[in-house]
């Protein structure tokens, strides 16, 4: 098949065909130099959807919720895009991505796009390219893009950073009364689920999140009230009051200007984060080069980490975008 | 900090990659490793999707009891390079023309498929003049299924 | 001298052990030293496929930890040398080839077949879509009608697959799982139409719900529905049908998937566990039910191993059922096994030499003391066995019978220092494994969590490795290769007119049934499910009686219950 070129695809991600979205997540997420004006184009054209993050330690039933809050949605009419994301082996760079097993039905209703990502050596719970991904569903009339982080547990702050509403699930009986404080996910909580709450000891798990949220933990949302919601999936319970939450959320967003201040930290975030991964770039292709020079003198402790790595940079011209 | 001059005459220790993130282009293969029919057998595919991870793929598991349909729905979403079904049902000519078919209307005959199971020699010929790319028969090494992919791969091209 | 008789341990006095050691230390320093000087070892540490370290030789020293009282006698508690006093000196082992392809008419000329070549019992393979309770019809289904066994929808597809075959006389075995309680409950029905007393009838049923989620993956509904039908069937028959086995509890799946031999024993006793407690929690006590509990192992290609995992797992099921379930009947404590040979260890290349694997695993088999036995089909790395490779399998049972001698000692190998110690290290890491799930919450729970998924696909993967880089030798596969052979090899064909001809009976049946009786019996089956106290078995055998499908009965019960799907562990 003759190759397309990503500019080419453009018209037909924003038509919404499949094919072409998929194709361009496979640029984005590689990287590619060639779908760059691509994706710029693509950012012109984004930027109406709901983007919601939901995040919780393994075991707590993200992906099942994940399935279910998506087929609730589709009662309301609404596309759904979901970027479903796995931890690459550190060792291999490969992976197993098996969320789709848990979204059964859906997965085969044409107003879903399902993603499988791994992290590609990205920290904080997203992957690489998870960004660009929620642009392209965005802008390929996905009116919500769904983020469902890795959730090793730790240092998940990423998603809430990239997302417009963060969905925090917690299980009962994980080991840990409240999973959430030791993880330090807590604050960064718009909306709290506690799922499998067929279970006995649900309540307290509940009982103690609606504490902390009372002793104030998660002032940063403002005037939003953080909501706790219980589901349970053996039950078919919670789900429809989980959307009606995250609408609310997105109502509360769109009045004043408070959408505008959440894109405005998204925006800074990725601008910050492109440029870091401009000069990392950079810094990584020429590790072959003054890189193991510099590495010698680190071994022999004649210069320092910081002041070799200033060295190198002083030969990095970010301006040559290769 | 022990100074092994480990620097000598070899390039860097294989960095763990989450320490380093790879921010050139990366052409990860993925392959798309389903069951589809009736059968649960999923020793074979198990350890197949494993030996790719571990070869540096992204396996996209779709589970047991797949429908042809569900499975090029799914690749096609996914963008993967690679389909592959393992199938012991005895269904298998019934199954893989039906992907092939599929993949057709859905204007992703980029996508490749093999196939691995029980399966009669004269039948794997004809399935490979239907247009899979290669059947895997039991006891094929696990090196052997990572090379075949990465043949099939480079064979087909950028896309 | 301990007393052989009342405990102790097998081993001698301490003073001939201190003696014996002495020489044994002696040996090798001498002899041994010397000998591997000039020759070495082939490896320096052997180990069976399981992973058992095995030593150069045993002696009566290896015998300290196994208590006289353990090893015992044939028909006697805790039964390590086989669960009848006599064996096979009263009657060999139930020669029972499995068999099923095509619609029922196709499989019951197989049975006659069979059963003119002398085989004892009949054993039932059934094709996919009954065994995930599909209609042949159902989209599903497509392309797998009678192509790995028989088909079989309603009752009628029943009468014909057991024409001409008196179920008084001869034992049935259906190996199915998830929708066993349909087959079973048409069974029931054609034994009552035939006016069979149910209480003569022998055989068994798989019905064993829990290895499916852990390996073989044949499931309908969610772990606890299906664990009620499997109680539903065990106590049916206990009061209905007395020498029925309502159940076939089996490792044999979970070894193919790739489990080591320990782990097949050890999680089948946790299945094992879980059932028992299921349905004495309905009141039953152990022993009303117990007795026909029946087991269903593999025989991998290890010797030994094979051998002394038949009678470990034999010495702890006794150990079960006495010590945790209070059993007093011994005939709860007796576990009696049927055996198949190990079909993934039978290669394409060379594809005849299967002949000598079977006989060799069906050798240890009889040696571990089987009660009933199939030995598998050359051919069936390449599709369902021919009628010869069939006939050969099943000569092959009956060599070892009647040629071998192996069958005129109870227990041949018992006492040897090798398989006693082999057999009490099984037994003390069965029950090793069933602490640990003990203490993780269960087996159920840990089911959910993959915990016993991922132990079998760790030891397949690393099994595929070790024959990838010939660790582990697999004959015409990694060693004594030939290059360019080509199979010359008869494959039983799939007769293409199969899926019409099931079609035009599933169809005549729908046709000429009382459709608002079929209704009105569904609503009461959901009723019945409802209720956990009610048994399914009832209303099941009323239903397939009036001509409800498997599919009926299946997908109406898929409103209630849901279905299963599985997070899969790698």
């Given at each position: ?322 | ?80 390079d690679v389909i592959g079904i393992s199938i012991l049902s005895g269904a298998h000519m019934t199954v893989f023309p039906r992907l092939l078919k599929l993949l057709d ?55 | ?409 109870v227990d041949p190998l018992g006492g040897s220092y090798f398989l006693e110690s082999l057999t009490t290290q099984f037994e003390r890491d069965i029950f090793k494994v ?137």
């Amino acid at each position: 098949m003759a190759f397309v070129h990503s500019l080419n695809l453009v018209p037909r991600v924003l038509k919404g065909e499949v094919n072409a979205v998929a194709r361009l997540l496979t640029r984005a997420e590689a990287g590619s130099h060639e779908c760059r004006p691509a994706l710029d184009e693509i950012f012109r054209r984004a930027g109406r959807a709901h983007i919601i993050g939901i995040t919780g330690v393994p075991g707590s039933g993200k992906s099942t919720l994940v399935a279910r809050l998506v087929a609730a949605i589709r009662q309301t009419g609404r596309r759904v895009g979901i970027v479903a994301i796995d931890p690459s082996s550190p060792f291999s760079g490969g992976a197993i991505l098996g969320d789709r097993i848990r979204m059964g039905a859906i997965a085969a209703d044409p107003g879903v796009y399902v993603r499988s990502m791994a992290t590609r050596g990205a920290l904080g719970g997203l992957a690489r390219g998870t960004l660009e991904a929620i642009d392209v569903l965005d802008a390929a009339g996905y009116e919500m893009v769904i983020i469902e982080t890795v959730g090793v547990g730790q240092d998940e702050v990423e998603v809430a950073r990239a997302t417009h509403t963060t969905v925090v699930v917690s299980a009962p009986g994980l080991g840990d009364d409240i999973q959430a404080i030791k993880a330090g996910i807590l604050e960064i909580a718009d909306i709290h689920v506690v799922s499998k709450c067929d279970r006995s000891d649900a309540d307290k798990t509940v009982a103690d999140l609606k504490n902390m949220l009372s002793m104030g933990l998660a002032s940063a949302r403002g005037s939003w009230q953080v909501p706790v919601v219980p589901t349970s999936a053996a039950r078919d319970e919670g789900v429809a009051e989980l959307v009606a939450a995250i609408d609310r959320h997105w109502t509360f967003l769109r009045e004043g200007n408070r959408l505008e201040e959440r894109r405005r930290l998204i925006n800074e975030r990725r601008l910050l984060k492109a440029g870091e991964e401009i000069l990392r770039d950079q810094f990584v292709r020429q590790r072959n080069g003054q890189v193991l020079k510099l590495l010698e003198q680190l071994q022999a402790r004649t210069l320092s980490p910081r002041t070799a790595a200033e060295r190198l940079l002083q030969d990095i011209h970010p301006g040559d975008a290769p | 900090m022990e100074n092994d001059g480990a620097l000598g005459d070899r390039a860097l220790p294989p960095a763990r990659k989450e320490n380093i993130p790879m921010t050139t282009e990366s052409k990860v293969i993925r392959v798309l490793v389903a069951k589809v029919g009736l059968d649960g057998h999923d020793r074979g595919v198990k350890i197949v999707a494993r030996t790719l991870r571990d070869a540096g793929m992204e396996v996209i598991y779709t589970g047991l009891h797949r429908t042809p349909e569900e499975v090029v729905d799914a690749a096609v979403q996914e963008d993967v390079d690679v389909i592959g079904i393992s199938i012991l049902s005895g269904a298998h000519m019934t199954v893989f023309p039906r992907l092939l078919k599929l993949l057709d209307e859905r204007g992703a005959k980029d996508i490749m498929v093999v196939g691995g199971g029980v399966i009669p020699d004269d039948e794997v010929i004809q399935l490979k003049n239907l247009g899979v790319k290669e059947i895997m028969l039991q006891d094929t090494p696990p090196d052997s299924i990572v090379a075949m992919i990465r043949r099939i791969v480079v064979e087909r091209g950028p896309r | 001298m301990n007393d052989p008789v009342t405990g102790g341990s097998a081993a001698p006095d301490v003073e001939t052990q201190a003696a014996l050691a002495a020489k044994v230390q002696a040996w090798e320093a001498n002899e041994v030293a010397a000998f591997i000087a000039r020759a070495p070892e082939r490896q320096k540490q052997f180990r069976t496929p399981g992973g058992m370290p095995l030593k150069r030789v045993y002696t009566p020293l290896d015998l300290a930890d196994t208590a006289q009282a353990d090893i015992g006698l044939p028909g006697q508690y805790p039964y390590t040398r086989g669960p009848y006093p006599t064996m096979y000196r009263g009657r060999f082992w139930t020669m029972r080839q499995i068999a099923g392809f095509g619609t029922a008419e196709d499989t019951n000329q197989r049975f006659k077949y069979l059963i003119s070549q002398g085989q004892t019992g009949l054993s039932t393979d059934f094709d996919m879509p009954t065994l995930m309770g599909y209609d042949s019809d159902h989209p599903m289904s497509e392309g797998e009608v009678g192509r790995e066994g028989v088909a079989v929808d309603t009752l009628a597809d029943m009468e014909h697959l057991f024409d001409g075959i008196d179920l008084e006389k001869i034992s049935i075995s259906m190996t199915i799982n998830p929708s066993a309680w349909i087959l079973l409950a048409m069974y029931v029905a054609l034994a009552q139409k035939r006016g069979c007393d149910l209480n003569k009838l022998s055989g068994t049923v798989q019905a064993d719900i829990l290895k499916e989620y852990m390996a073989q993956k044949e499931w309908v509904f969610p772990i606890t529905p299906s664990v009620r039908i499997v109680r539903d069937c065990i106590t049916y028959c206990a009061r209905n049908m007395k020498r029925y086995n309502p159940i076939n509890i089996s490792g044999y799946h979970i070894s193919e998937a790739g489990s080591s031999p320990l782990d097949e024993v050890a999680f089948t006793m946790c299945n094992l566990i879980t059932y028992v407690e299921e349905v004495v929690k309905t009141g039953m006590h152990v022993d009303q039910f117990a007795p026909r509990l029946a087991f269903f192992f593999v025989c991998q290609a290890d010797f030994f191993e094979e051998i002394a995992k038949f009678r470990a797992v034999r010495r702890v099921y006794a150990k079960i059922m006495r010590e945790r379930f209070g059993a007093k009947n011994p005939e709860s404590m007796r576990l009696r096994f049927h055996c198949q040979t190990a079909a993934a260890s039978l290669t394409k290349p060379q594809y005849r030499i299967n002949i000598v694997r079977t006989g060799l695993q069906a050798l240890a088999s009889v040696l571990g003391g089987a009660q009933s036995l199939h030995t598998n089909g050359m051919d069936e790395a390449f599709a369902i066995p021919t009628e010869e490779a069939m006939k050969i399998a099943l000569r092959t049972q009956q060599i070892i019978a009647e040629e071998s001698g192996v069958a005129s000692v109870v227990d041949p190998l018992g006492g040897s220092y090798f398989l006693e110690s082999l057999t009490t290290q099984f037994e003390r890491d069965i029950f090793k494994v069933i602490d640990d799930v003990d203490r993780g919450g269960g087996t159920i729970k840990l089911i959910e969590q993959g915990w016993f998924q991922r132990r079998i696909a760790d030891f397949a993967y690393e099994t595929a490795l070790k024959k990838a880089n010939g660790e582990k030798p697999v004959i015409g596969v990694n060693k004594f290769v030939e290059s360019g052979e080509k199979a010359d090899i008869e494959i039983h064909p799939h007769d293409p007119t199969t899926a019409k001809r099931q079609l035009d009976r599933l169809n005549r049946v729908r046709r000429e049934r009382d459709n608002t009786k079929v209704a009105q019996l569904l609503d009461r089956l959901v009723e019945v499910a409802k209720d956990e106290r009610e048994n399914v078995m009832p209303i099941t055998i009323e239903l397939v009686a009036a001509g409800a499908t498997m599919g009926d009965i299946i997908e109406r019960l898929k409103e209630l219950w849901g279905t299963y799907r599985e997070t899969p562990v790698f």
